[in-house]
Nanobody, 119 residues
Framework: QVQLVESGGGLVQAGGSLRLSCHAS????????AAWFRQAPGKEREFVSR????????YYGDSVQGRFTISKDKAKATVYLQMSNLKPEDTAVYYC????????????WGQGTQVTVSS
């Protein structure tokens, strides 16, 4: 089992930046990929970004491509999401998740961290 804890959320003005962190503990050796999702009030959960644990592959949702950067520090078992040029529509609860292999859904989730972007 993998436990995930997010941090780094907060209130920022439009155009500003934030960096989210997701620390993994437990069976981190079973992580194939980690990802960020977000959910705004009244909206469905949205994929933000994904990083494969043992190579350099990264993926981004269309709405954040070019503004957000995902990275990882395997020694610290931590995944980061650097968010730049933030927009009010980026306001949401951001969740970290992990999957044990490419064919298995994301099974471990963090508790979420709130990001609020003011206009």
């Amino acid at each position: 089992q993998v436990q995930l804890v997010e941090s780094g959320g907060g209130l920022v003005q439009a155009g500003g930046s934030l960096r989210l962190s997701c620390h993994a503990s437990g069976r981190t050796d079973t992580i194939y990929a980690a990802a960020w999702f977000r959910q705004a009030p009244g909206k469905e959960r949205e994929f933000v970004s994904r990083v494969v644990w043992n190579n350099e592959l990264t993926y981004y949702g269309d709405s954040v491509q070019g503004r957000f950067t995902i990275s990882k520090d395997k020694a610290k078992a931590t995944v980061y999401l650097q968010m730049s040029n933030l927009k009010p529509e980026d306001t949401a609860v951001y969740y970290c998740a992990s999957q044990p292999n490419v064919r298995t859904p994301f099974g471990s989730w963090g508790q979420g961290t709130q990001v609020t972007v003011s206009s």
